[in-house]
């Protein structure tokens, strides 16, 4: 940080002795602002940068009024700091003079995004294209601003040829990949599907975008839609897109986990039959292994399947036994059949599995091998030196902890990627009319991510927020060892994992700019209770979000929830597979048909967090509005999807934060909060 203060001590334009050029200043000014840009720089000097360019930009206006890029500057830095009408108007004025400055015309796109007028950004960004056409930044925004507006084909096809151009730039791939979540193809197309091989070869990406779009591909290519479509084991050997999506994807599709229980049955009766000659086969079943760990094996298995399995186990059990140095050889063909069925790492004397080097194993099995033994054996040890923060002797924390070390949740295989930036700069987008707290500009922004389960959501705050120190609190030591295998991975050091309960939140002595807690409180026995806990560790005019269940979106869950009680199911994997396979063959009622649409369905944690969880509150929007009202918190609004702001807000029925007109919105329409509320408070 001491090199950053000199810098900004010799940048200073009220130390220097001459008079600068006109081009001296606007090279000064673009340095310090592309400066304050920099997630390298605290948010002090972040700060004083942008200050330094206001100041240089303002000399710039004194020797030329009107001047473009003085004004643009002015109108970028307006723009950063959340003042957008300061912006729009120094913007228009540059404009006004010069019509022809393609930067202008991309920074009051960028304006007129923040304030949601798509229709003005699009003609903006299209100008500053034609004046520069080289401009990637317009083009990009451009592709943007058609996915903010929900054309979603349109903006897949512009990132789609943004990608061919840029391959490397990690801001359209994510965009890209963000976009192809709301794809499907609507037949068969070779070049697409070679597209999306490349694609899921990237590394460093989060490819679960592709999995919607990977099982569109696959369903046309095989017909599954046509009950006498034939498909030849053979050629699913040699399909390079279904190896590569079992391997990196988490399917969340009815049909084609149909589709794969088939063939993964066939794969195991041709292997067998062979003999485990055919090396095809084998390296088909290795990738069926690693779906099968994404999914944590909640598959259905029939009578057949499961006595081979128990033959595999038994086999492999035996071979661990009676050989003093296990060779591959000795194992690998049975140990990819069973682990297309069930845990490895399960397996009678699996660590035993560990001592053969991961370079003994043949090429295609070695990812198996990383994800599917060692990760889980890494996992548990990793739990046991987990920190813990306080006792967990509450009766339902110790049920709801029970859960979660058994089936961490959710499991994630990608963090995904953004722009680093302020967490106030970003709350100040999502909220209409809010203006943060000056502290997200001063110092260190503590974090407290409470319920943080797996880690996903708190190693993104770590990664893409600028000088944030991130504590991730969890009942589960096993959730948290997950989370701290992944940020060892993502190279994050700005995290400490902590295992406690929240009810015993008196063993932190700290307190939190910032707290997020999505989808914790409604497990406790007593959700108010939790959030007691948590007030007196938010910091004056600190911000809190809160992800809590809806009860009208959540009717279908219910009425399963009422199933799994009559049918008499228990939460292990085996009876979660059976109340599945009844689901997704029909025989529970069109009731709860519904729930083949959560990706939760599709996993075994998800799954039993979504329908088997042992404590569940629901909510109104009214309910919220009186719990916030009984803790003195004032509703700043929902984290919205843009066809959700935009449906409510053609409604007509109130602003953003009125809770009343958002209980009138959701009676109307039951699953806008399918997920969870996700919204804001802050402390009066």
């Not at 009051?108 to 304030?115: P, T």
């Not at 708190?458 to 009942?475: G, H, M, P, Q, S």
């Amino acid at each position: 940080m001491r090199h950053a203060s000199q810098a900004l001590t010799r940048l200073d334009p009220l130390d220097t002795g001459d008079s600068p050029s006109l081009s001296d200043l606007e090279r000064q000014a673009r340095h310090c602002y592309d400066q304050s840009l920099s997630s390298r720089v605290s948010n002090e000097h972040t700060v004083q940068y942008r200050g330094q360019a206001r100041d240089l930009a303002l000399r710039m206006l004194e020797l030329a009024p009107d001047h473009a890029a003085a004004l643009n500057l002015l109108g970028r830095i307006a723009l950063d700091e959340g003042f957008y009408d300061s912006a729009e108007t120094l913007l228009e004025q540059a404009l006004a003079h010069n019509g022809r400055d393609a930067g202008c015309c991309f920074s009051l796109g960028h304006v007129k995004l923040a304030l949601r007028d798509y229709d003005a950004a699009i003609r903006l960004f299209t100008r500053a294209l034609e004046l520069a056409p080289g401009e990637t930044r317009a083009a990009s925004s451009l592709v943007y601003t058609f996915a903010r507006q929900g054309k979603m084909t349109q903006a897949f096809s512009g990132y789609r040829k943004l990608f061919r151009v840029h391959p490397d730039d990690p801001h359209i791939r994510s965009q890209l990949f963000d976009v192809a979540r709301h794809i499907q193809a609507d037949t068969y197309q070779p070049e697409l599907e070679a597209d999306v091989v490349g694609w899921l070869k990237l590394d460093d990406v989060d490819h679960d975008g592709l999995a919607r779009l990977a099982a569109s591909l696959l369903k046309h290519k095989y017909h599954l839609d046509d009950p006498d479509a034939v498909i030849d084991l053979q050629d699913l050997v040699r399909d390079e897109l279904l190896q590569l999506a079992l391997s990196r994807l988490y399917f969340t599709n009815a049909e084609l986990e149909s589709f794969l229980v088939m063939v993964r049955k066939q794969l195991l009766l041709h292997s067998l039959a062979g003999q485990f000659s055919d090396t095809a086969l084998l390296r088909l079943a290795a990738a069926f292994c690693m779906q099968a760990a994404h999914n944590e094996y909640v598959y259905a298995i029939d009578e057949d399947e499961q006595s081979l399995v128990i033959a595999l186990r038994d086999l492999l059990h035996s071979t661990l036994q009676s050989r003093p140095q296990p060779q591959p050889a000795d194992l690998l063909s049975a140990l990819l059949m069973y682990g297309m069925y069930e845990p490895m790492a399960e397996l009678p004397a699996s660590e035993r599995l560990l001592e053969i080097a991961t370079n003994r194993w043949p090429s295609y099995a070695r990812p198996v091998i990383t994800h599917c033994l060692a990760g889980p054996h890494a996992e548990l040890r990793e739990a046991a030196r987990i920190e813990r923060l306080t006792p967990i002797q509450d009766e339902v924390s110790l049920k709801v902890q029970a859960q979660y070390e058994e089936s961490p949740y959710p499991r994630w295989l990608h963090l995904g990627y953004n722009t680093p930036t302020n967490y106030g700069r970003a709350l100040e987008a999502e909220l209409e009319g809010y203006r943060a707290p000056q502290f997200f500009n001063m110092g260190t922004i503590k974090v407290l991510v409470a319920g943080a389960g797996t880690g996903r959501h708190a190693l993104r705050i770590a990664k893409y927020f600028r000088n944030v120190e991130v504590t991730a609190l969890d009942l589960s030591a096993r959730s948290l060892a997950y989370a701290k295998r992944m940020a060892q991975r993502h190279h994050l050091r700005n995290l400490r994992f902590l295992q406690g309960d929240i009810l015993e939140l008196d063993h932190l002595q700290e307190r939190f700019h910032v707290i997020e807690c999505s989808g914790v409180l409604h497990h406790m026995d007593e959700p108010e209770a939790g959030l007691t806990q948590l007030l007196p560790k938010l910091e004056d005019k600190g911000v809190m979000k809160i992800g809590l269940y809806s009860e009208a979106a959540r009717h279908r869950v219910v009425a399963a929830r009422q199933w799994i009680e009559e049918c008499g199911y228990g939460t292990s994997r085996a009876d979660i597979r059976h109340f599945r396979a009844n689901l997704m063959a029909g025989r529970l009622g069109s009731q709860v048909d519904g729930l083949l649409e959560s990706p939760d369905f599709y996993s075994t944690s998800g799954c039993r967090d979504l329908l088997f969880h042992v404590q569940e509150h629901r909510f109104t929007p009214n309910q919220l509005s009186q719990m916030l009202q009984t803790h003195q918190l004032d509703f700043l609004g929902f984290a919205l999807p843009t066809d959700v702001r935009r449906a409510y807000t053609e409604a007509n029925l109130g602003k953003l934060t009125d809770l009343s007109a958002w209980d009138q919105f959701e009676q109307q329409h039951r699953d806008t909060f399918a997920g969870m509320y996700q919204f804001f408070v802050q402390r009066h």
